[in-house]
Nanobody, 129 residues
Framework: QVQLVESGGGSVQTGGSLRLSCVVSGDTYSTYYMGWFRQAPGKEREGVATIHSTKDFLTRYADSVKGRFTISKDNTKNTLYLHMNSLKPEDTAMYYC?????????????????????WGQGTQVTVTS
């Protein structure tokens, strides 16, 4: 079973940047499809970005973050990243790292939380105006 631990959240002003990290342990990191999700108070959890298990160039982003956020992996460190630039107040949420291991697909996973089996505890991102 895999364990996920996020870090890197915090409070930042509009237009600022943050980098979230998710360290994966307990299993072979490279065999898992990974993603970032977020949930704001009173709202449903939404997908932010996903990345293929072995083909790092296969990524998928929510329209709301395209061009501002970048998902990446460092397999040598078993770590998933979310680089967030040009942050907006509407990006304020708890951000979760998620993973699943499934059949081989030739694209980045869909931004559907039900597909992901393992979840971290979350890291809070607050963007002030």
């Amino acid at each position: 079973q895999v364990q996920l631990v996020e870090s890197g959240g915090g409070s930042v002003q509009t237009g600022g940047s943050l980098r979230l990290s998710c360290v994966v342990s307990g299993d072979t990191y490279s065999t898992y499809y990974m993603g970032w999700f977020r949930q704001a108070p009173g709202k449903e959890r939404e997908g932010v970005a996903t990345i293929h298990s072995t083909k790092d160039f296969l990524t998928r982003y929510a329209d709301s973050v395209k061009g501002r956020f970048t998902i990446s992996k460092d397999n040598t460190k078993n770590t998933l990243y979310l680089h967030m630039n040009s942050l907006k107040p509407e990006d304020t949420a708890m951000y979760y790292c998620a993973a699943y291991r499934g059949a081989l697909i030739w694209l980045a996973p869909l931004l559907i939380s039900d597909r992901f089996t393992y979840w971290g505890q979350g890291t809070q991102v607050t963007v002030t105006s």
